[in-house]
Each structure stands twice: as C-alpha cells, then as structure tokens.
C-alpha cells in the first residue's frame, strides 16, 4: 500500500546522509497521504546503509502501526501530531544535526544575519523550552510535538515562514510541503546555523541584518509578488 510514497520518503531519507545531517541513525524523514489519513516514516534505528524502501512503516495520525514489518522511528508521535495539527505539510524531518543541535542545546534561537537565512525563513528560528520531566515521563515524543504546535502559536511564528524548530537540549525538526521540501529546510537550517556560530566568532557584537533586507529577500521569494526563480 502506498508503495509512491513509501518510495519518496525512502529517497528523502537517503538525502540526510548524502547532505552530513544524521551520523550513525540519529535521523529521520515521513511524508503524509492526506486523503489515506497515513504517513510514511523510517523504522527505528535501521542504519541507512541497509534502509531499503521496502522498509518504511506506515503510520496513521495516532501513531498506529498500520504496514511494515519493523517499528516506526521511536519519533513517530511527534511527526504524528505536527500532520494532525499543520494540514497544509506534507513532511516532516527530525535530525541531530551539530551547528543547529548546538543552538538548541545552548538554548539560543538562530538570528536572522543575512540574506541567506532570509531566503528561506522569516526571522530568527527558535529554541523552544525543555520539555518539563512529567512532559517526558507522560509522553516523551507527543508531548514534543504539542510544544513545538503551542509555542508558535504563543509567539504568532508562521509554520510555513519559519519551517523549523530547535527543542532545547535535543536538537532540530523541520517540515515542508513534502518529504523533500522538508529535508530542503533542514539542509539549510544546519547551513545557517554554521555561519551563524561563525559569524558570531567573527564579530562577538554582530546584530541581526536589517528588517527592511530581511522582508525583501523573503518577499522576493516567497511573497505575493515573489520574482525569484522561474515560472
């Protein structure tokens, strides 16, 4: 069942190492079928070495198990309630990715320095707070994805402006339009991270690029009157 898109999330999870952004199995891709009510996912702790498409679990909105002779990645629910929640995604990835794992163990959102960041995310991409200890005794991995969903909404962050969260102390998802898309993000949250960390060696007083350059190189790309790129 669902052997297109058991292939695009197999695909979109062999771009995390192809891209250094998972060491050992520390990753993961799912991508959605809406109409199905299902998602896609990788199984926990395969090596991606040995993945094959065959291999990705199918997963319905409560984190059931519904095809796949192996278990879904141990963060299943947290991708689970992000598609519940955010209907216009279509996939979701979690890594530990160093330059953005920094950041959210140092519990510091990424400031927006320069344009390449304002590509792709409007603002500074936030480290949210540590779950509380019964958060994670209750339910570890739901309870991650109920705050990264809150506390946008607490702080009026755009899901679509900003496709990426840092969980403090644990490190990164982002999420896109599909599995791709959403490795797209994280691909470039770890690249934005780096030179944030960078440019901050470089300059300890560095402040964040002016608004004015922010809303034009995000609204030339991704605005109602976007430029950039082809028809």
Sequence with gaps: MLEELKQEVYEANMLLPKYNLVTFTWGNVSGVDREKGLFAIKPSGVPYEDLKWQDIVLVDFDGNKVEGNLNPSSDTATHAYLYKCWEDIGGVVHTHSSYATSFAQSGRSIPCYGTTHADYFYGDIPTLR???????????????????????????????????????????????????????SAVVLEEVAKMAYRTELINSHVQPAPQYLQDKHYMRKHGPNAYYGQK
Excluded at 154 to 179: E, Q, T, Y
């Design 130 to 184: 540590c779950l509380t200890k019964e958060e994670l005794e209750e339910a570890y991995e739901l309870n991650t994805g109920k705050l990264i969903v809150q506390e946008f909404a607490m702080r009026s962050i755009d899901h679509i402006a900003v496709s990426a969260a840092l969980c403090k102390n644990h490190g990164p998802f982002a999420w896109g339009k599909n599995p791709v898309k959403a490795v797209e």
